[in-house]
């Protein structure tokens, strides 16, 4: 078992929090801005709820000139991302402000990227382009959900139809120069979004937490404690969707699961996510709820290459008594957090998510494995035990 890694962590993003504090973008904006703002929006949340006026308004009481693009779908495209850039060129534009929830920040990071390299954005995704030549236009965000964590990461992923691939990018660039998390602005997402975001930000988690690395006793402690509070959070939510405090308090979950602090000195493995996103770039389905259905039917795959991860999360996360007989603890762990999922109304099944029994696992699974493995001639999905192909086939098929 390797010791803890060495690491280099570099977290710059302004990070604002308080009921209210949306109305303080022009303010909190105007130390980065050096030139006009492209603010990037969703399709249709934003308008309904008065958001976006109030973003308009703000802006212009502080002097910020701005031009607009809307319609940012969830598993947001790349074709949006193209008009973006062109928007940001023609009108010489020097920070983009996502308002909206991960696909629009991931949109409006990937518009960051390329608009000052040459070249389709897209080799970039799929990494043909590998390093950009230029750094990303500055990005700052104001959350309106809180799930993917891209408010404070330095990733974006996108969706290309034309080819069926949805792909990830990292620039350390792209964390945003400066995010405003307001819990009031969660009061209008339905209870299966809130799900979603939980179901995200508690993999995000697991992805970092279910490897082989040993000696990391604080950040192991870090991660259980935000496991658990996703889960108490959630469960007030689910309850009650206008409690303000349940948002904080998820909402803050949600960031410090996805910057890094809990991967500080581990391994990672991103397979559950591999295999989601192969999910969502075929069917379209949400992120959260394909990760439902894919999680559990992992971790029972895996536990037995190191059941003492497994045994220690169900303990000390899912509230499991501590036991010799390990494989009954871990089953025990991995039985909560089916109910867990159950409790928030997430999908258990292909069928629930939406993906048809005759679907091509074999060849998602082959395509998971590539994109996170490309040099290998046997591309594996790392983790406490790398996956080959036919293995995480049979992780979608196990939940048909
Ligand atoms: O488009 P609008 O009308 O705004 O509606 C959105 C959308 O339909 C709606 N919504 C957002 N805020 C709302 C609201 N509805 C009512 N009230 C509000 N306050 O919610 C729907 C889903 O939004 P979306 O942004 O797609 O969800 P989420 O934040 O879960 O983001 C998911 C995307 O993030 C990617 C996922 O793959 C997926 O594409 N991820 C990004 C990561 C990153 N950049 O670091 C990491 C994650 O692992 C993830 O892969
Ligand atoms: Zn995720």
């Not at 949006?80 to 629009?104: H, P, Q, T």
Request: hydrophobic share 40%; with cysteine.
């Amino acid at each position: 078992m390797p010791d803890m890694q060495n690491f280099n962590y570099h977290n710059a993003t302004r990070y604002v929090y308080g009921s209210g504090e949306h109305r303080n973008i022009g303010y909190l904006l105007k130390p980065y801005v050096q030139g006009r703002v492209l603010l990037h929006y969703g399709s249709g949340s934003v308008i309904r709820s008065g958001l976006l006026q109030a973003v308009r308004n703000s802006l212009a009481e502080h002097g910020i000139t701005f031009v607009e693009l809307g319609g940012v779908k969830p598993n947001p495209s790349v074709e949006l991302v193209r008009e973006g850039i062109e928007l940001c060129r023609k009108e010489d534009v020097k920070l983009v402000l996502a308002v909206g929830g991960g696909s629009v920040i991931d949109s409006a990071k990937g518009i960051a990227v390329g608009t000052p390299n040459r070249g389709d954005v897209w080799e970039l995704y799929s990494c043909k382009g590998s390093i950009p030549a230029n750094d990303p236009l500055p990005v700052a965000t104001v959350l309106t959900l809180p799930a993917a964590g891209s408010e404070n990461s330095p990733n974006t992923v996108l969706s290309n139809e034309k080819t069926g691939r949805k792909l990830g990018f990292k620039h350390m660039g792209l964390r945003p120069v400066l995010s405003i998390v307001d819990p009031t602005l969660f009061l209008t997402l339905p209870r299966t979004q809130m799900a979603y975001g939980a179901c995200d930000m508690m993999c995000h988690i697991f992805e970092r937490y279910f490897t082989n690395t040993t000696q990391t006793a604080l950040t192991d402690a870090l991660a259980e404690a935000t496991m658990r509070t996703i889960m108490e959070q959630s469960i007030i939510l689910s309850n009650d969707l206008q409690n303000i405090d349940a948002w904080g308090q998820l909402a803050l979950s949600g960031t410090v699961a996805h910057n890094d602090l809990l991967g500080l000195g581990r391994e990672q493995s991103w397979a559950c996510h591999a295999l989601e996103h192969e999910l969502s770039a075929v069917y379209d389905v949400p992120h959260g709820g394909g990760l439902a259905v894919i999680i559990p039917a992992y971790i029972e795959a895996v536990w037995p290459y190191n059941p003492g991860i497994f045994a220690q999360w169900a303990c000390n996360v899912m509230g499991v008594q501590p036991h010799r007989d390990t494989a009954a603890v871990v089953r025990e762990g991995i039985r909560r957090l089916r109910t867990w999922y159950q409790l928030l109304g997430l999908p258990q099944t292909m069928q629930e998510l939406g993906v048809p029994a005759d679907a091509n696992f074999d060849a998602m699974a082959a395509a998971a494995c590539k994109v996170y493995d490309r040099e290998a001639a046997t591309p594996t999905l790392a983790g406490v035990h790398p996956l080959t192909a036919e293995e995480a086939a049979s992780i979608y098929k196990v939940t048909i």
